[in-house]
């Protein structure tokens, strides 16, 4: 059995780095290292006070609200905005706390730019998921009901999940990620619905940049030891 020494080591490994980033961050700039989490969490609050109000419901749906049985371009219009309309079903406390600890530490991590990118590519591929999986419908195992083409697909909770899934890659919390990766797997066997399939892809999709991403990093290194290896003085090769 491992003493008290060992898991702190572990834990060390584990989240050091992560922690180390996040911390340095937040004393150095304090509330500044984060404006744009800071805004998701305002729209957020915002949207879920506008769309509880008699003349807030229908605009909120009209501009935010994604369904798979919507037209194309009326889904893809309305899929910036739903990332930060909460799920009606769901307490709105819960969207406030993930955006902002899992937006705020990936946009220390990954820059605001890379953390909406990643983002967007979540809530994407779970929205299009949706409609894959009512085309197939539900004798296949990626098929969905037909009535899951009426559900409202909003909120942070696809993109929340990438973005934790992609901060443990970059961080190498390996066990963290695989954490996250078996959570969301349990989510569907004990609830099978389609917000927890549509996180299921949205993990693929990330994993698929994850893959890239360091396919490319791996190159670039290869890269470096090669040229590392010419000649002192010598030309460079020139293709």
Not at 152 to 176: E, I, K, M, Q
Request: proline fraction near 6%; aromatic fraction near 6%; charge should be positive.
């Amino acid at each position: 059995m491992r003493g008290p020494g060992a898991l702190r080591r572990a834990a060390r490994r584990e989240w050091g780095p992560l922690v180390g980033t996040v911390r340095g961050a937040l004393v150095a700039e304090r509330w500044r290292a984060v404006p744009m989490t800071l805004a998701a969490v305002c729209l957020t609050a915002l949207l879920h006070v506008v769309q509880n109000q008699s003349w807030g419901a229908g605009p909120v749906r009209a501009l935010g609200a994604v369904r798979a049985e919507d037209p194309w371009w009326a889904a893809l219009a309305r899929t910036p905005l739903s990332l930060f309309v909460p799920a009606p079903d769901l307490p709105v406390w819960g969207a406030l706390i993930q955006i902002l600890v899992v937006f705020g530490t990936a946009e220390i991590c990954l820059g605001r730019w890379r953390t909406l990118t990643i983002a967007y590519l979540a809530t994407l591929v779970g929205t299009l998921y949706a409609r894959l999986g009512v085309a197939l419908g539900p004798d296949l195992p990626l098929g969905l009901p037909g009535s899951d083409a009426r559900i409202v697909d909003t909120g942070p909770s696809a993109a929340v999940v990438g973005l934790a899934v992609y901060v443990c890659f970059v961080h190498r919390a390996r066990f963290t990620g695989a954490l996250v990766i078996v959570a969301m797997a349990v989510e569907v066997v004990v609830k099978d619905n389609l917000a927890g399939k549509e996180h299921l892809v949205a993990i693929a999709a990330v994993l698929v940049l994850c893959a890239c991403v360091g396919r490319r990093d791996r190159r670039r290194a290869q890269d470096l030891r090669g040229g590392s290896g010419t000649r002192s003085g010598a030309p460079p090769i020139r293709s």
